[in-house]
């Protein structure tokens, strides 16, 4: 093979698998609440990433006119891990720079910040 078409087919190669990878994750958004001052808003999301994988638990801080991205949550996230009935979080601000965040005891937790920006974060676990 020449070295141009060896380039060429590398090259398509990598688009096509860029291209399968993409998009394969969903987020369905199941809350939001603003802070007192309007400022930001916390979203509480599902993410889906297909058929193979259980849906997880996120929640995000978002300013008040940004949408919600394809991405993770940037607070919290868990793995349902296939469990009936699905989890859920309840999200709460304490005030402008203090939010609360509450899941069951059952959620396999993988991420719990604990501050976004100024804003500080709590965590309860419901039973």
């Known amino acids: ?74 607070v919290f996230r868990a793995l349902n891990d296939g469990k009936a009935p699905p989890i859920a979080a309840q999200v709460v601000w304490e005030d402008s720079r203090h939010l609360l965040v509450r899941f069951p005891a059952r959620a396999r937790v993988y991420r719990q910040s604990a501050n976004v920006g100024l804003i500080r974060i709590a965590y309860e676990t419901l039973r």
């Open 1 to 74: 093979m020449m070295p141009r078409q060896w380039l060429a087919t590398v090259l398509a190669a990598t688009i096509s698998l860029s291209l399968i990878g993409c998009g394969l994750c969903g987020n369905d958004v199941l809350s939001e609440v603003r802070s007192p001052d309007g400022a930001k808003r916390a979203v509480v999301f599902r993410r889906d990433c297909g058929a193979t994988t259980d849906y997880t638990l996120h929640v995000s801080i978002l300013g008040a006119a940004s949408r919600l991205s394809n991405d993770q949550g940037n």
